[in-house]
């Protein structure tokens, strides 16, 4: 072998040995569940809960029976348990009354037929690859 490339060789396996301890070193000085946990200072917990299933409450922080997640503190000072406020425009759904027309429209109705023409005229456009016909 040539004495370059033994050199880069150990250049390179130095580097990714390096990187990897850094790596570890660093992955462990985090706690596991502290990336993107804000500090509770001041601010009075009411419960926890599983983002996934919310209607659950828990007294303390930790995993989630439900899913392999960390638990999240509801705040007092929180309103309307981190849902995100609507537009003052915008209209719910529920405020909405459902029209008189039928549920399927006239361009729902044609897009079936409309794929499924496509379709044919791209078949009837590709030329036959010589199956015989029983």
């Known amino acids: 072998m040539n004495p370059l490339h033994v050199k880069l060789g150990a250049a390179a396996l130095a580097i990714l040995i390096v990187g990897a301890a850094g790596g570890y070193w660093l992955a462990q000085r985090t706690e596991p569940g502290d990336a993107g946990a804000t500090p509770h200072g001041d601010r009075k917990v009411l419960y926890w809960h599983d983002p996934m299933v919310p209607n659950a409450r828990f007294d303390k922080p930790g995993k989630s029976p439900f899913m392999d997640m960390q ?19 915008r209209r719910k759904a529920s405020d909405m009354k459902p029209s008189s027309q ?23 456009r590709m030329p036959s690859v010589g199956i015989e016909e029983a």
């Open 71 to 89: 638990l999240v503190p509801v705040y007092a000072d929180e309103t309307g348990g981190g849902a995100v406020p609507s537009p003052a425009g």
């Open 102 to 124: 039928d549920s399927t429209s006239a361009l729902s109705r044609r897009a079936g037929t409309g794929a499924i023409g496509l379709i044919a005229a791209t078949l009837a």
